[in-house]
């Protein structure tokens, strides 16, 4: 149970902003979000997390709903390379079972 | 490059075989984990470690898998009398637990074909 819902894929053109959407009405109030993606046969690499307050860093922003049910990431400026699949987890960062993933949304950008 | 590596990339065996992967995390992290990921499917989490101590294992790790982390560095996985169900892609992780929010850095993955 990955406890999280995404839509299963989306597409975009280049170069304009991508709003990936994820649901996680039954998250805990200790629990982090946590993005990761995952390019063509290569491992899941981490995006970016937050826990209420929305976030940025050189790859994304995160938006975290006041009710923290849900959570958006964006990409400001979507290339080719951003072409992925996008995991949105819940993580309680305890260790405990690893990361649960669902199957994630697969990002399709239009050159 | 100082990532996670993981060897070998890619491994084809015949049902019945033995098979072992390596896992080098990154120097500093104290946990390492096991992924399995099935085609179309997310990861799916198998076991990990803090140090050199096997803390939690998933149902999904049957008696033909071992896996170690003998010296608190580098791991390995065992998959015993292959099956072609453990045809999949083996990920590893690695994190550093104890300091701010733990996040996961994942190696290449070595992808097992069961003939």
């Known amino acids: 149970d990955a406890k999280t819902t995404q839509p299963n894929s989306m597409e975009s053109n280049e170069e304009e902003p991508v709003h990936l959407p994820c649901n996680h009405s039954t998250i805990s109030g200790t629990d982090y979000i946590h993005w990761y993606r995952q390019l063509p046969s290569q491992g899941p690499e981490y995006v970016i997390h937050g826990l209420t307050s929305n976030v940025n860093n050189r790859m994304a922003s995160l938006a975290i709903a006041e009710d923290r049910k849900s959570s958006t990431l964006i990409l400001h400026r979507a290339t080719l390379r951003d072409a992925a699949v996008y995991y949105c987890?819940?993580?309680?960062?305890?260790?405990?079972?690893?990361?649960?993933f669902g199957k994630g949304t697969h990002l399709i950008i239009q050159p | 490059d100082t990532g996670v590596s993981q060897d070998p990339r890619h491994k084809i065996t015949k049902r019945g075989q033995n098979v072992t992967f390596r896992c080098d995390p990154i120097s500093e992290h104290n946990r390492l984990y096991w992924y399995r990921q099935t085609l179309g499917q997310g990861p799916e989490f198998l076991t990990y470690?803090?140090?050199?101590?096997?803390?939690?294992k998933s149902r999904l790790l049957s008696d033909r898998f071992s896996a170690e982390r003998p010296k608190g560095s580098f791991s390995t996985l065992e998959i015993q009398r292959t099956e072609q169900g453990d045809s999949a892609m083996y990920l590893c992780?690695?994190?550093?637990?104890?300091?701010?929010?733990?996040?996961?850095?994942f190696g290449p993955g070595t992808r097992l074909l069961v003939l």
């Open positions: 992780a690695s994190s550093f637990y104890g300091a701010g929010v733990e996040t996961q850095y």
């Open positions: 470690f803090q140090n050199e101590a096997q803390l939690e």
């Open positions: 987890i819940r993580n309680s960062g305890g260790g405990a079972d690893g990361l649960t």
